[in-house]
């Protein structure tokens, strides 16, 4: 960045505040408090860690971790809460790591920046680096939120591309991890309950952002006690929501339908004319689901 304060700004006024965030990463905690007991001296790296708010809640869990970053203001912003940081390029750290020395590797908001070639060997060597159960975090944003797919992914104009959940999940598994959870993250309150699903909730509903949380395999006495973690259900999907939206259209419709064959002498047909919107939009919509759906 031309500006060494740009992205710290940046990221205040569109990603949100350190409270704001610091909140949402709580949700990672069941994935790694374990490692507390199981490894007590292991380290967390977290690589492109921005303004800190993971390692200021890994310290406050009692649970060791450092940063690597390549933004000065970041990792100022990191200096400013006297956490572990250094400049650096975070994949080439992660290669000078020794063998199964590290728990737990994030990344947050980082695999949309690099390249897919970068991203296979960032997952490669957090397999490599972690030790047995050690769990490796990739949060990136939703493109099955489609207003995140063709507007606010764009705001960020260091992206380069959106990474299918489908497609991010698959790596892990190909390059050996044991199991991977995908995480869906960020939707508005109670959207999930919501029974009156609108259209705009179908296209700004699904949970913004995702995570995967992949895990290396381990004794099954390492891995049981995760399950709690990798049980969870998390997040609103693109299927959920139209899911909804349909049913609730087709109770419409059939309600229209039925009107009509009440009153068709006086309304001439006319309520399902009014409908065929409605019936074209459902229709729209079950291909977006098809074309999402995994």
């Given at each position: 960045?031309?500006?060494?304060?740009?992205?710290?700004?940046?990221?205040?006024?569109y990603r949100?505040?350190?409270?704001?965030?610091?909140?949402?990463?709580?949700?990672?905690l069941?994935?790694v408090l374990?490692?507390?007991?199981?490894?007590?001296?292991s380290?967390?790296l977290?690589?492109?860690?921005?303004?800190?708010?993971?390692?200021?809640?890994?310290?406050?869990n009692?649970?060791?971790?450092?940063?690597?970053?390549?933004?000065d203001?970041?990792?100022?912003?990191?200096?400013?809460?006297?956490?572990?940081?250094?400049?650096?390029?975070?994949?080439s750290?992660?290669?000078?790591?020794?063998?199964e020395?590290?728990?737990?590797?994030?990344?947050?908001?980082?695999?949309?920046?690099?390249?897919?070639?970068d991203?296979?060997?960032?997952?490669?060597?957090?397999?490599?680096?972690?030790?047995?159960?050690?769990?490796?975090?990739?949060?990136?944003?939703?493109?099955e939120?489609?207003?995140?797919?063709?507007?606010?992914?764009?705001?960020d104009?260091?992206h380069?591309?959106?990474?299918?959940?489908?497609?991010?999940?698959?790596?892990p598994?190909?390059y050996?991890?044991k199991?991977?959870?995908?995480?869906?993250?960020?939707?508005?309150?109670?959207?999930?309950?919501?029974?009156n699903?609108?259209?705009?909730?179908?296209?700004?509903?699904?949970?913004?952002?995702?995570?995967?949380?992949?895990?290396?395999?381990?004794?099954?006495?390492?891995?049981?006690?995760?399950?709690?973690?990798?049980n969870?259900?998390?997040?609103?999907s693109?299927?959920?929501?139209s899911?909804?939206f349909?049913?609730?259209?087709?109770?419409?419709?059939?309600?229209?339908?039925?009107?009509?064959?009440?009153?068709?002498?006086?309304?001439?047909?006319?309520?399902?004319?009014?409908?065929?919107?409605?019936?074209?939009?459902?229709?729209?919509?079950?291909l977006?689901?098809?074309?999402?759906?995994?």
């Amino acid at each position: 960045m031309k500006n060494k304060d740009f992205y710290r700004a940046f990221e205040e006024k569109y990603r949100g505040s350190r409270k704001i965030i610091r909140e949402r990463l709580k949700v990672y905690l069941p994935f790694v408090l374990p490692f507390k007991d199981l490894y007590p001296r292991s380290n967390v790296l977290d690589i492109g860690c921005g303004r800190g708010e993971w390692l200021e809640l890994l310290k406050e869990n009692s649970i060791s971790g450092e940063g690597i970053d390549l933004d000065d203001g970041m990792l100022k912003a990191c200096e400013e809460q006297n956490l572990k940081v250094r400049k650096g390029n975070g994949i080439s750290y992660l290669k000078e790591q020794k063998p199964e020395s590290m728990s737990t590797i994030s990344a947050f908001h980082v695999v949309e920046h690099i390249s897919f070639e970068d991203l296979q060997e960032l997952i490669e060597e957090s397999l490599r680096v972690l030790k047995p159960g050690g769990i490796l975090i990739l949060e990136t944003p939703n493109p099955e939120n489609i207003k995140v797919a063709t507007e606010n992914f764009y705001l960020d104009p260091t992206h380069i591309k959106p990474i299918p959940a489908a497609l991010l999940s698959f790596l892990p598994e190909y390059y050996g991890f044991k199991r991977t959870k995908v995480l869906r993250l960020q939707e508005a309150k109670g959207i999930i309950q919501k029974e009156n699903i609108s259209l705009l909730d179908v296209l700004d509903g699904v949970s913004p952002d995702y995570a995967i949380v992949a895990q290396k395999n381990a004794s099954q006495d390492t891995l049981d006690l995760f399950d709690g973690a990798y049980n969870l259900g998390i997040g609103a999907s693109l299927v959920e929501l139209s899911s909804k939206f349909e049913a609730r259209f087709i109770s419409l419709e059939e309600k229209a339908t039925q009107a009509e064959s009440n009153f068709a002498a006086i309304v001439n047909s006319s309520s399902w004319k009014i409908t065929k919107p409605l019936r074209t939009l459902s229709n729209f919509i079950r291909l977006l689901v098809k074309g999402n759906k995994y």
